[in-house]
């Protein structure tokens, strides 16, 4: 059975940091293509990044050059570290995989393009 399992949500002060796990399980992160969603209130689920198996990486523009997602395939993991987190990163985020993909492409964006998605991990930036 596959899951995708999300940790490290919390609260976090503006310009802090987080860093959110996704276990996998059920099938191997080689030469699958995986990322993370995200969910504010009241507004629709944003793609916030993709890797590829060859560790391409694809970001939302809110996001560049504060959040790098990353991949320990030894241990089926997949990690977002957030850095200057902003009160706007508040949401839900999703842990989000696509089993018949190695590359993220030009869908990487369209919540539709993931097959598997995980149960989601609150993440609040408030002082």
């Known amino acids: 059975q596959v899951q995708l399992v999300e940790s490290g949500g919390g609260l976090v002060q503006p310009g802090g940091s987080l860093r959110l796990s996704c276990a996998a399980s059920?099938?191997?992160?080689?030469?699958?293509?995986i990322g993370w969603f995200r969910q504010a209130p009241g507004k629709e689920r944003e793609g916030v990044s993709c890797?590829?198996?060859?560790?391409?990486?694809n970001y939302a523009d809110s996001v560049k050059g504060r959040f790098t997602i990353s991949r320990d395939n030894a241990k089926n993991t997949v990690y977002l570290q957030m850095n200057s987190l902003k009160p706007e990163d508040t949401a839900v985020y999703y842990c989000?995989?696509?089993?018949?993909?190695?590359?993220?492409?030009?869908?990487?964006?369209?919540?539709?393009?993931?097959?598997?998605w995980g149960r989601g991990t609150q993440v609040t930036v408030s002082s």
């Open positions: 989000v995989a696509n089993l018949q993909a190695r590359f993220c492409g030009s869908s990487w964006r369209q919540s539709t393009w993931y097959n598997y």
């Open positions: 059920g099938f191997t992160l080689d030469y699958k293509a």
């Open positions: 890797a590829t198996s060859d560790d391409i990486t």
